[in-house]
């Protein structure tokens, strides 16, 4: 029989979860590319779960940690001449593509481009 009458609970509870920055992932995760290199030594050193590195490993691999610079897309600047047309509005949704006129110039955007991508451009064209 069991004399204690007192109950302790013990509460396993996790903290906050970690957010990393992703040029430390990258970082980590290059760092554990190279010949020879330990995982579990890498994870340890940088206070990381090895298991974590393995799915950043992976993550990176299937090219979805990215760079922090973001790629750039091919642009070519032509003169406006006179005799173009624009495209309508309702075929240049159709076929994914952005037409953007500028003075005497017209940037045409193939494709869905990401905010960051059009900021970038609409920034490069008021520079001109």
Same mark, same amino acid.
């Given at each position: 029989?069991?004399?204690? +009458? ?12 970690? *957010? *990393? ?6 970082? #980590? ?7 020879? =290199? !330990?995982? &579990?030594?890498?994870?340890?050193? *940088? /206070?990381?779960? &090895?298991n974590q590195v393995f799915l950043w490993r992976k993550t990176y691999r299937e090219g979805l940690l990215p760079d &922090? ?13 006179? +005799? ?6 309702? +075929? !240049?949704? +159709?076929? /994914?593509?952005?037409? #953007? ?13 990401? =905010?960051? #991508? ?9 520079q001109r």
């Amino acid at each position: 029989m069991d004399t204690n +009458s007192k109950a302790v609970m013990v509460s396993k509870r996790r903290g906050p979860y970690r *957010h *990393h920055p992703l040029a430390l992932k990258r970082a #980590i995760v290059e760092e554990t590319l190279q010949p020879g =290199a !330990s995982v &579990a030594q890498i994870a340890r050193k *940088h /206070g990381v779960n &090895a298991n974590q590195v393995f799915l950043w490993r992976k993550t990176y691999r299937e090219g979805l940690l990215p760079d &922090a610079k973001p790629a750039l897309l091919p642009v070519t600047l032509t003169p406006l001449m006179a +005799s173009d047309q624009l495209p309508a509005v309702s +075929s !240049s949704a +159709s076929t /994914g593509c952005l037409t #953007i006129e500028f003075g005497q110039v017209r940037v045409r955007i193939e494709g869905r481009p990401d =905010a960051e #991508i059009l900021r970038l451009v609409l920034a490069e064209l008021q520079q001109r």
